[in-house]
C-alpha cells in the first residue's frame, strides 16, 4: 500500500529547504524529497557564498529585499549559524538604472550611497570602478553550504520529514492531490507510491523535466525554462591587504567591454579567493549529462576581465567552478499554484537571496493564504 501524505515538497535545494521549513512552522504535515545527498554539487545551491544583491528598484523585488533581510537574521539567531556576511555589495558601470535603485531602496529603508569612482577606489583598492558606483552596505555574502542545512534542520524540529537520496521517477497529476513513484538509494533502488494532497515543485534544473513526464489532469505550461552551466571561477588574491565587497559590474559600449559576455558579478570566497562571474551565458545543458568543464573561450574573457577590472587579483591563477542556472525569458521567477501544484521555479541565476521570502510564498500558495505577485504567474 502506498504512504498518504499532506504535502511533498519535490527538490531539497535552496527553495525546496526554505519551502519545507515555511509550511512545517505553520504546522503543515511535509515531506521533502531530495534526488542526491547533502551538499551535492548538482545543482545550483552549493559552495559557501552568494551575494546578496540589493541593487533592485522594482517595487515586488524591493519588498522581498526587504522581507528577506529581515527573515536571514531570524534564520541565523534560530538556528545559531552566521549565513550572512555583511561586506557590502558595490554595482557600477554605465548603468542607467543605478539612480532609480538607490532612490527606491532609500524609500524602502535600505542603505544606498553614490560614490565616484575615485572614492570608491581608496576603500576596496582591489576593483577598478567604472563611470558611476553605488554602494548598498546591508548586502554582502550568504553561505549556501551553512544555509540549507539549518532549513531543513529547523523544519525536521518541527516534524517535516527530509528524505535524501530520493528520486521522483513519475509524477500524475490527480483532481485531489499527486500521486509520485519515489525511487530511494539510486537506481534499482526501493520503489514506492506516494499519494499527497498536493507537491510543491521545487526540482530546479530538473523541474522542466518532470513536469514533462507528468501524466494526469492536462499539461502544465510554464514560460521557457532554459538549463545553462555557469562557469564562474576564484581568482588567487594577489592584494593581501585589500579589502573586498560583493560587486556587480554592468558593461557599456566602447572597446573597454568588447570581449564581455554580460554583466559580471564576484565576491571573496573566503580560504578560495575572488569568485567572478559572467551572468547566464554558459552553455546549454541537460542537468543529467553535464560536463562541470569551463568554456575554454568564456573562461579566457573572464581572464581577461580579471586583467583589466580587478588589480586585486592574479588573473593567471584561478580555479573553475561550475553550477546551474534555470533562467525564465525575463529572468522573473515563476511562482505559481497550477492545481495540486505549487511552483517555485526559473530563479534566472538572482534568487538565492530571496529564499526565505520564496519559502513564505510557497507556503502561501500550498494553504491558500495569498497570491504571489503577478509578475511571478506562470501563465504571466
Known amino acids: 500500500m502506498g504512504t498518504i501524505l499532506d504535502t511533498v515538497v519535490i ?52 519588498a522581498m529585499l526587504a522581507e528577506a533581510l529581515a527573515l536571514w537574521d531570524e534564520l541565523e539567531q534560530d538556528s545559531g549559524e552566521r549565513l550572512l556576511t555583511r561586506t557590502g555589495i558595490v554595482n557600477h558601470g554605465p548603468d542607467p538604472r543605478l539612480p532609480l535603485v538607490q532612490a527606491a531602496l532609500t524609500e524602502a529603508g535600505i542603505r544606498a550611497e553614490s560614490l565616484r569612482p575615485d572614492e570608491a577606489a581608496e576603500r576596496w583598492r582591489g576593483i577598478r570602478f567604472d563611470q558611476q558606483v553605488l554602494y548598498m552596505p546591508d548586502g554582502g555574502q550568504l553561505n549556501p553550504e551553512a544555509a540549507l542545512p539549518a532549513f531543513q534542520r529547523l523544519a525536521a524540529a518541527r516534524g517535516a ?109 573566503p580560504g578560495e579567493g575572488i569568485k567572478a562571474g559572467w551572468h547566464g551565458v554558459g552553455p546549454v545543458v541537460d542537468p543529467d549529462r553535464r560536463s562541470f568543464l569551463p568554456e575554454p573561450v568564456q573562461l579566457a574573457a ?15 591563477s584561478l580555479e573553475a567552478i561550475s553550477c546551474t542556472y534555470t533562467t525564465t525569458p525575463d529572468e522573473d521567477f515563476i511562482l505559481d499554484r497550477i492545481g495540486p501544484l505549487v511552483i517555485g521555479a526559473g530563479f534566472s541565476g538572482h534568487g538565492f537571496k530571496f529564499t526565505p521570502v520564496v519559502g513564505r510564498i510557497l507556503a502561501d500558495l500550498a494553504t491558500g493564504t495569498r497570491p504571489a505577485p503577478q509578475i511571478f504567474s506562470a501563465s504571466r
Open 11 to 62: 527538490g531539497g535545494g535552496a527553495m525546496g529547504s526554505a519551502a519545507a521549513w515555511a509550511l512545517a512552522r505553520r504546522g503543515r504535515q511535509v515531506t521533502l524529497l531530495e534526488q542526491f545527498g547533502p551538499g551535492h554539487h548538482n545543482g545550483a545551491s552549493h559552495g559557501s557564498t552568494r551575494n546578496l544583491n540589493p541593487g533592485y528598484h522594482r517595487p515586488e523585488y524591493v
Open 302 to 316: 573572464l581572464q581577461d576581465y580579471a586583467r583589466t577590472w580587478l588589480p586585486g587579483v592574479d588573473a593567471d
Open 161 to 269: 520529514e527530509i528524505r535524501h537520496h530520493t528520486r521522483v521517477v513519475e509524477l500524475e497529476i490527480m483532481v485531489d492531490g499527486v500521486r509520485l513513484t519515489v525511487e530511494a538509494g539510486g537506481t534499482g533502488g526501493t520503489t514506492e507510491v506516494v499519494t499527497a494532497g498536493q507537491a510543491v515543485v521545487t526540482a530546479g534544473a530538473w523541474t522542466a523535466k518532470l513536469l514533462a513526464r507528468a501524466a494526469g489532469s492536462g499539461t502544465v505550461r510554464l514560460p521557457r525554462l532554459t538549463v545553462t552551466q555557469e562557469q564562474p571561477a576564484h581568482f588567487r588574491v594577489a592584494d593581501e591587504q585589500a579589502v573586498w565587497p560583493g560587486f556587480n559590474h554592468t558593461p557599456g559600449s566602447g572597446p573597454d567591454y568588447r570581449n564581455w559576455y554580460s554583466p559580471v558579478y564576484g565576491m571573496q570566497t
